[in-house]
């Protein structure tokens, strides 16, 4: 395949982010040492991570967190949680210091050796790392930097695509050519930061579910329409979310995202992958993708497609209720709330997959032929 040159300058090193990961950690440990001996109660501070301490402006393009705040303060009643963090922290500081990673349920099980400050059920060893990720994100550390790592699939690749990795041991690169994987796929690793890329590609084309996505990469979609196609099957998890960013901003590549058409795959799916959650609002702006658009499946297409469908439920009708009262980026987007009341009134739901009932290859051969012929008028 050509290659292309990246355009923009590379990211932060790996011994850079690390240094300021590190110089973070040891920040808040000398603050509450000091405090402690000045006989006060520290306080470890940090972002509320919800939907209601969130703004959302399209001129940004992604969930911005808002003022609120919350606090630990050390007393006899937080001496374990409080405990929890500050052993956490070292704990990160020490897998940057060998260059070692933990998935979540590691980090939970590191704990069974802290005694009284062990947790009990890995939720509460989540959310503390979640906390402490908030704390450090407005350095640009994330949890990924922190060295916890999701035990989650980080999404498939095929396509016009070139990835330059790092031998772990060497430190050489390695050159990934994903067109040349056969029938197969390239999977998106846990940890994006080091990657380099060259592409030809004129688009991304991300998809929801990966039996979609293996039928195009059989028929070699992305060579015949040159792009890149990425699975995330289902929601997208961080790893596949700025893999795609990246791929975003330093290839200058359009996003189109295809998924299924009902309130999960639009809410859910498609609103977190373009513009984040409020969960995790705190790294909205490294792990969305501002500029991606959706490109179906959408209730009008039901209709021109003639889609088998099937009857949306209450939940269904009830998370439709609340994207249209609650959630600012469908609130924001007229052609949003439009498509929105047009799949509550027509109460039905499609696949992906339901293409497949005007033959096993429509869906390549006529509808994303048809539709990618107009992008712009592609929902926001």
Request: aromatic share 12%.
């Amino acid at each position: 395949m050509t290659r292309r040159k990246k355009r923009r300058a590379p990211p932060p090193s790996r011994a850079e982010l690390d240094g300021i990961a590190i110089e973070q950690i040891e920040s808040v440990a000398r603050t509450v040492h000091r405090t402690v001996k000045a006989y006060d109660n520290p306080t470890l501070s940090f972002p509320q991570r919800s939907l209601s301490n969130v703004t959302y402006d399209p001129r940004v393009g992604y969930f911005e967190l808002g003022d609120g705040i919350s606090e630990r303060t050390l007393t006899v009643n937080t001496a374990k949680s409080f405990a929890q963090m500050l052993l956490m922290m070292q704990f990160s500081r020490s897998m940057i210091r060998i260059d070692d990673y933990s998935t979540k349920r590691d980090a939970y099980y590191v704990s069974k050796n802290w005694g009284d400050a062990r947790f009990v059920e890995q939720p509460e060893s989540d959310t503390v790392i979640d906390d402490i990720e908030a704390m450090f994100a407005r350095y640009g550390v994330t949890r990924e930097q922190l060295r916890f790592v999701a035990d989650a699939h980080g999404g498939s690749v095929a396509g016009q695509l070139v990835v330059i990795d790092r031998d772990p041991v060497t430190g050489a690169d390695v050159f990934i050519d994903v067109t040349a994987l056969g029938s197969g796929s390239w999977t998106i690793p846990t940890d994006v930061e080091g990657l380099r890329f060259e592409t030809s590609a004129k688009f991304v084309l991300v998809i929801e579910t990966q039996g979609v996505f293996e039928r195009l990469n059989r028929a070699r979609f992305w060579k015949q329409h040159n792009c890149i196609q990425i699975a995330m099957a289902g929601v997208p998890s961080r790893a596949c979310r700025r893999f795609v960013r990246r791929l975003s901003d330093e290839m200058s590549l359009p996003v189109y995202v295809f998924t299924d058409c009902d309130p999960y795959g639009f809410a859910n799916i498609y609103r977190t992958f373009k513009v984040g959650s409020g969960n995790a609002a705190h790294m909205n702006r490294f792990f969305s993708v501002p500029g991606a658009s959706f490109l179906g499946v959408t209730p009008q297409d039901i209709i021109d497609y003639k889609l088998p469908t099937h009857p949306m439920g209450e939940v269904d009708f009830k998370r439709s209720r609340d994207a249209l009262k609650n959630d600012p980026f469908f609130s924001s987007h007229r052609r949003w709330t439009k498509a929105f009341k047009q799949l509550v009134a027509g109460g039905q739901r499609a696949e992906q997959q339901a293409f497949a009932a005007h033959g096993l290859d429509y869906v390549y051969t006529t509808y994303l032929p048809q539709k990618l012929a107009d992008v712009k008028a592609f929902l926001p």
